[in-house]
């Protein structure tokens, strides 16, 4: 009886090592490889935040299926977006959405909305931040404020574009504070409106922290406030615009990429692409990967996601508006 029972146990260690190690595929739906439309140029922040998570998701996809990166930055990118919000909705094509997606609609760009995606995760979202040179003299966001309301109109604010979301994020700011500044666009992006700040063309710039993260630490720049409702981890010493104006409400705006599908698949289909990302945005591997591309690591997932766009829209709605009445 002895021998025949220590039989029984050998013969069942491979099958429980192999379960202790195995790792499970929680995408399990998948029978053939899944596209991921990036509507950006290689590169850039979307682009290498979207890689950077398929590529740590890999090992979550049954054997035999990949993730198939595709860069699709025609029309501004509209064109990828109508491309998975048009598709079949099984699963099989995903999509980098951005903070645009929140604008586009209101600017008669695009015909289709966040009501047309499944938003998995969440890859980017940081708040926007005001910044201005060390030496300006300005030692605080009212101080800025201040001469702002000293000088209507007069104070040079730069921006990656009439209409896009630093240019919006001012706006914001204006009918919050009950300012006007001199709206300079830089249609190049983000890095010339930075490029002028240091050269000392304009007096502020709005842009995420972490595009200026090395010169505020070299001393050149310095970043006034957050548009967030609580403090950045990148700079953890620069208050919010709450904080720093004494407001009774928060003043949010971030800019996002979130990795979705098409609306309308499957439960079962969604449930399991949330929880293989889910568990990959949380590995400290993963967050170390996007720290080194100067990207805070966010867990913002499923329901909290399509919440975050959601409220982005009725934001960029109203402010669309409010800029198209002046």
Known sequence: MKKTLLLL??????????????????IGYAKKNIEVVIPKNPGGGTDTSARTLIEFSKDHLPKGVIFVPVNKPAGNGI????????AKPDGYKLVMTTVELAMFPHQNKSPVTYKDFTPLATTIADPVAIVVRADAGFDTLQAFIDSAKQQPGKLK????????????????IEKTTGTKFNHIPYNEGTGPSIAALIGGHIDAVLTTPGAVKSQVDAGILKVLAVMDEKRFELVPDVPTIKEALGLDVNVKMRAWAVLATTAKVPPEV???????????????????????????????????AYNMMREDDELYKQLIADTLKK
């Open 157 to 172: 604010v730069g921006n990656s574009g009439m209409g896009a979301i630093y240019h919006l994020a001012a706006v914001n």
């Open 270 to 304: 969604a449930e399991q692409l949330v929880k293989a990302f889910t568990e990959v945005v949380n590995t400290p591997a993963y967050q170390d990967a996007v720290r080194k591309q100067g990207i805070m690591p966010v867990t913002i997932v499923g329901q909290d």
């Open 9 to 26: 146990l050998a013969s069942m260690m491979p099958f429980c090592a192999n379960q202790a190690f195995a790792e499970p595929s929680t």
């Open 79 to 86: 064109t990828g977006l109508i491309e998975v919000a048009r």
